[in-house]
């Protein structure tokens, strides 16, 4: 029988085919935390077909993955019902084919994503037999339609998201961790999920220290006042959110500014540490009315009167904490930190909703809010150049991020409603 061949555009979620065998992506845009399920369909039932995913990184490097499937009774592929038999990745996800990437050359560390927030254009490849069958592509966005942002360049340094619609909404101040600079992606997704979001420059950007060292935390009550002043944002329903050193930090605000009534943290410490990075000598991250605030020297030794005078109070906290950590981090124990800001939590009956999320094989990138790839090897920090290992899985800090993005969402809803 004579097979009709059948010639598309190529477009977002719109399939490019060969005879009756079509791939398509749906939905075919996406913010950069949603799913999208990829599907090929007019195989022969029991066929193996690989599927191919192709892209290309923020410093132009190529990431590639791909996985062999087995057709269903119907003579589909499904990759949000099906696990590939071998390949990339193992297991049954929607966006296996994303987060399982890795890059084609041999000098690149990790995945950088677009610059300025562009979207990123991820093509799925169908093979059947050898031959490509078909094509189809995905674009994730890192911002929502709508989202306005602004930089903030006299005494607060950062960039200001604020979200569609009218109304007063919510709004969360978003830190960085011992990077330093802004962390505008991630006040981009708040932004793009309704909430009002700045993403504040502390130390490492013109106009502030360049090192983490000796920060006033009057700094942010600024940054909250600035918030709480803007016509968009509900000045009783605020929050953060800090990763890393940023939330250590984060915790550190919950414990001190009432006006906060929602906490972030990703990957954070229980603790204050000392500056970073590379000091001789160890000195102080946080001040506060000038003065230093006692810190724990990490690696040293383990001396439980140091860290009982640098323990972030958290217990003060006038709003609900959630917090991420992951038992495979090799930067610093964030699930054991996690557990015992729990614990103290707990002991001391506080009365605000505590979430805490504890993934085992996730490092310190857990429960982060981007599907990206995951995979890394050979990082060194941004600023000093010396050797760093996150940790975890790629299979399990994907699996963090999948679980952790609705579970963060859904915390800052119900505490910032």
């Given at each position: 029988?004579?097979?009709?061949i059948?010639?598309?555009?190529?477009?977002?979620?719109i399939?490019?085919?060969?005879?009756?065998?079509?791939?398509e992506?749906?939905?075919?845009?996406?913010l950069?935390?949603?799913?999208?399920?990829?599907?090929?369909?007019?195989?022969?039932?029991?066929?193996?077909?690989?599927?191919?995913?192709?892209?290309?990184d923020?410093?132009?490097?190529?990431?590639?993955s791909?996985?062999?499937?087995?057709a269903?009774?119907?003579?589909a592929?499904?990759?949000s019902?099906?696990?590939?038999?071998?390949?990339?990745?193992r297991?049954?996800?929607?966006?296996?084919?994303?987060?399982?990437m890795?890059?084609?050359?041999?000098?690149?560390?990790?995945?950088?994503?677009?610059?300025?927030?562009?979207?990123?254009t991820?093509?799925?490849?169908?093979v059947?037999d050898?031959?490509?069958?078909?094509?189809?592509?995905?674009?994730?966005?890192?911002?929502?339609e709508?989202?306005?942002q602004?930089?903030?360049?006299?005494?607060?340094?950062?960039?200001?998201?604020?979200?569609?619609?009218?109304?007063?909404?919510?709004g969360?101040l978003?830190l960085?961790?011992?990077?330093?600079?802004?962390?505008t992606?991630?006040?981009?997704?708040?932004?793009?999920?309704?909430?009002?979001?700045?993403?504040?420059?502390?130390?490492h950007?013109e106009?502030?220290p360049?090192?983490l060292?000796?920060?006033?935390l009057?700094y942010?009550?600024?940054?909250?006042?600035?918030?709480?002043?803007?016509?968009?944002?509900?000045?009783e329903?605020l929050?953060?959110?800090?990763?890393?050193?940023g939330?250590e930090?984060?915790?550190?605000?919950?414990?001190?500014?009432?006006?906060?009534?929602?906490v972030?943290?990703?990957?954070?410490?229980?603790?204050?540490?000392?500056?970073?990075?590379g000091?001789a000598?160890a000195?102080?991250?946080?001040?506060?009315?000038?003065?230093?605030?006692a810190f724990?020297?990490?690696?040293?030794?383990?001396?439980?009167?140091?860290?009982m005078?640098?323990?972030?109070?958290v217990?003060?906290?006038?709003g609900?904490?959630?917090?991420?950590g992951?038992?495979?981090?090799?930067?610093?124990?964030?699930?054991?930190?996690?557990?015992?800001?729990?614990?103290?939590?707990?002991?001391?009956?506080?009365?605000h909703?505590?979430?805490?999320?504890?993934?085992?094989h996730a490092?310190?990138?857990?429960?982060?809010?981007?599907?990206?790839?995951?995979?890394n090897?050979?990082?060194?920090?941004?600023?000093?150049?010396?050797?760093?290992?996150p940790?975890?899985?790629?299979e399990?800090?994907?699996?963090?991020?999948?679980?952790?993005?609705?579970?963060?969402?859904?915390?800052?809803g119900?505490a910032?409603k």
């Amino acid at each position: 029988m004579t097979r009709s061949i059948l010639v598309a555009v190529c477009a977002l979620g719109i399939t490019v085919c060969a005879c009756a065998q079509t791939l398509e992506v749906q939905p075919g845009q996406v913010l950069d935390d949603q799913v999208a399920v990829v599907r090929a369909t007019g195989l022969t039932p029991g066929a193996h077909v690989m599927m191919r995913a192709e892209m290309a990184d923020g410093d132009g490097h190529p990431w590639v993955s791909e996985a062999e499937f087995v057709a269903d009774a119907n003579g589909a592929v499904d990759t949000s019902a099906q696990a590939p038999v071998k390949g990339a990745y193992r297991i049954v996800s929607a966006m296996g084919l994303v987060w399982s990437m890795t890059p084609a050359a041999k000098d690149v560390h990790v995945y950088r994503p677009l610059h300025d927030l562009a979207a990123q254009t991820i093509t799925f490849h169908l093979v059947v037999d050898g031959k490509e069958a078909a094509t189809a592509q995905l674009q994730q966005r890192a911002v929502g339609e709508g989202v306005r942002q602004f930089k903030l360049e006299g005494a607060l340094r950062g960039v200001y998201f604020a979200p569609t619609g009218d109304g007063k909404h919510a709004g969360v101040l978003v830190l960085g961790g011992s990077e330093g600079g802004v962390q505008t992606r991630r006040a981009a997704w708040l932004a793009s999920h309704g909430y009002a979001a700045l993403a504040l420059c502390y130390f490492h950007c013109e106009g502030r220290p360049q090192e983490l060292e000796s920060i006033p935390l009057e700094y942010f009550g600024q940054a909250l006042a600035w918030m709480a002043e803007r016509p968009e944002v509900d000045g009783e329903r605020l929050g953060v959110m800090g990763a890393s050193r940023g939330g250590e930090l984060a915790l550190q605000l919950g414990s001190m500014y009432t006006v906060l009534k929602a906490v972030v943290a990703y990957v954070p410490a229980n603790v204050r540490y000392p500056a970073c990075c590379g000091f001789a000598r160890a000195q102080p991250s946080w001040t506060w009315k000038g003065q230093a605030l006692a810190f724990a020297r990490p690696r040293v030794h383990d001396d439980p009167a140091e860290k009982m005078l640098a323990a972030i109070h958290v217990e003060m906290t006038h709003g609900a904490i959630l917090m991420i950590g992951g038992e495979d981090d090799h930067v610093w124990p964030s699930a054991e930190m996690v557990s015992a800001a729990e614990e103290r939590l707990r002991g001391a009956h506080f009365e605000h909703a505590v979430v805490a999320l504890k993934y085992p094989h996730a490092g310190h990138r857990a429960g982060m809010p981007e599907i990206e790839p995951t995979w890394n090897h050979g990082m060194v920090h941004p600023l000093t150049g010396t050797p760093m290992d996150p940790g975890g899985t790629p299979e399990g800090n994907a699996e963090s991020t999948l679980d952790a993005i609705p579970k963060v969402l859904g915390f800052l809803g119900e505490a910032l409603k």
